[in-house]
T-cell receptor, first 111, second 116 residues
Framework: QKEVEQDPGPLSVPEGAIVSLNCTYS??????FMWYRQYSRKGPELLMY????GNKEDGRFTAQVDKSSKYISLFIRDSQPSDSATYLC???????????FGKGTRLSVIA | DAGVIQSPRHEVTEMGQEVTLRCKPI?????LFWYRQTMMRGLELLIY????????DSGMPEDRFSAKMPNASFSTLKIQPSEPRDSAVYFC??????????????FGEGSRLTVL
């Protein structure tokens, strides 16, 4: 079992839809949870970061962490064509250890 | 403010040739990471350096791969000899080790390698 599992999609939704992206993980030592967004032919860039269970909201984006279930989610409200990208979950343990990434979910928002 | 700079952006080479990928991290960052991305395997960590010292190279697939960081502002990833299965996008990323370190990485735009 990989440390981080993420459904690769692809996921195609109409503009304005609510999108839910998910990752599960097996290492209970993970404390920092991130979502990266990667546009085509670009490097990943940090979208959201959280270190506690619960929800964190930033505009149309909400990151949710459930440590008891080892499950994290990213919700996108009122999705836009500009949200079309690959979304990668990433997580790390304390102590200067590298991020472990999911394989990424490719999202297309159709106008 | 310059981000992580990688070169070349694209490289097409023939099997058996040597490939050298270059990276300039963000000024002031003291950790540098090399990742490889493919459709099948996603983003895989190859090697990372803290303060120019290699910390973990267990992700380097074979002895054909080597990485160096001679100073805080430059790193190379070398493949010799290259093989078609090395075709991928190679990303360099940097971060700052400090008291509030969370693991956030800043990525370059990648070097797309095609080995024929």
């Amino acid at each position: 079992q990989k440390e981080v599992e993420q459904d690769p999609g692809p996921l195609s939704v109409p503009e304005g839809a609510i999108v839910s992206l998910n990752c599960t993980y097996s290492n209970s030592a993970f404390q920092y949870f991130m979502w990266y967004r990667q546009y085509s032919r670009k490097g990943p860039e940090l979208l959201m970061y959280t270190y506690s269970s619960g929800n964190k909201e930033d505009g149309r984006f909400t990151a949710q962490v459930d440590k008891s279930s080892k499950y994290i989610s990213l919700f996108i409200r009122d999705s836009q064509p500009s949200d079309s990208a690959t979304y990668l979950c990433a997580m790390s343990t304390p102590g200067n250890t590298p991020l472990v990434f999911g394989k990424g979910t490719r999202l297309s928002v159709i106008a | 403010d310059a981000g992580v700079i990688q070169s070349p952006r694209h490289e097409v080479t023939e099997m058996g040739q040597e490939v050298t990928l270059r990276c300039k991290p963000i000024s002031g960052h003291n950790s540098l990471f090399w990742y490889r991305q493919t459709m099948m395997r996603g983003l895989e960590l190859l090697i990372y350096f803290n303060n120019n010292v290699p910390i973990d190279d267990s992700g380097m697939p074979e002895d054909r791969f080597s990485a160096k960081m001679p100073n805080a502002s430059f790193s190379t990833l070398k493949i010799q000899p290259s093989e078609p299965r090395d075709s991928a996008v190679y990303f360099c990323a940097s971060s700052s080790l400090d008291r509030d370190y969370t693991g956030e990485l800043f990525f370059g735009e990648g070097s797309r390698l095609t080995v024929l």
